[in-house]
């Protein structure tokens, strides 16, 4: 499994970026997929998951009303659209492939119950 992460760059505060990832070597269309961050210094943490349909999405406290989680199983791709972005959401953004086809509990926020990772794509807003 690949996944590809692109999207990242420099923001204002404010402002809007869309992330995407694209994965090969599976198949994607089952799979749960999720959105985590990291920051210098900080732990890993979870941005949002989305189920194989897109159907079901979670998000972090953090940034829900703010990022959206969403997919096309045509093209294999899932997506991160960031508006109002804030200072603190600059990190390193990495989109993962969760170990359940089935997104429920809260097990998708622990980044070890992920088997499968991208390799990060720098988010950095100025204020």
């Known amino acids: 499994v690949q996944l590809q992460a692109s999207g990242g760059g420099l923001a204002q505060a404010g402002g809007s970026l869309r992330l995407s990832c694209a994965a090969s070597?599976?198949?994607?269309?089952?799979?749960?997929m999720g959105w985590f961050r990291q920051a210098p210094g900080k732990e890993r943490e979870f941005v949002g998951a989305i189920n194989w349909s897109g159907s079901i999405t979670f998000y972090a406290d953090s940034v829900k009303g703010r990022f959206t989680i969403s997919r096309d199983n045509a093209k294999n791709t899932v997506y991160l659209q960031m508006n109002s972005l804030k200072p603190e959401d600059t990190a390193v953004y990495y989109c993962a492939v969760y170990q359940s086809a089935v997104l429920s509990g809260n097990s998708y926020q622990d980044p070890s119950r992920y088997a499968y990772w991208g390799q990060g794509t720098q988010v950095t807003v100025s204020s």
């Open positions: 070597g599976r198949d994607f269309n089952s799979a749960v």
